[in-house]
């Protein structure tokens, strides 16, 4: 048993060895830095990226509300030609990717454009003679 452990450490020893090199210019020098290849992923909630990443969601908004301006203006039985419209952007708003910073910012975008399209469907769908 003895002789068995002894050729297996000589074998696991040749093996190891055969692994490196002990010439030191075999080693290539020539190889970029880890940190020459990596590129930093710019942070979208900095100060310089922010602006853009809130203009993404203000644009959804400013469309938003010119359909809630003109479902405002827009006769009872006709909301069925805006309400889908609204819908369209609101869907938009859900999918669209938003930075961690503006996680409230989307949250309170999509309960404000779905308490509109909700008022807006109850309006449409009411038969009492008293709304006007």
Request: include cysteine.
């Amino acid at each position: 048993m003895r002789h068995y452990l002894l050729l297996l450490a000589t074998a696991l020893s040749i093996l190891l060895a055969s692994c490196g090199t002990s010439d030191p210019s075999a080693i290539p020098t020539d190889l970029p830095a880890a940190a020459d290849s990596i590129s930093p992923t710019p942070d979208p909630c900095s100060a310089e990226i922010l602006p853009d990443e809130v203009a993404k969601v203000h644009k959804l908004m400013r469309e938003f509300d010119d359909y809630s301006v003109l479902a405002s203006n827009t006769p009872q039985s006709q909301l069925v030609v805006i309400i889908p419209e609204l819908q369209r952007i609101l869907r938009e708003a859900e999918d669209q990717k938003v930075p961690a910073c503006l996680f409230d910012l989307k949250r309170l975008q999509l309960a404000h454009m779905n308490a509109v399209v909700q008022t807006l469907m109850a309006f449409m769908g009411s038969t009492d003679p008293n709304i006007i």
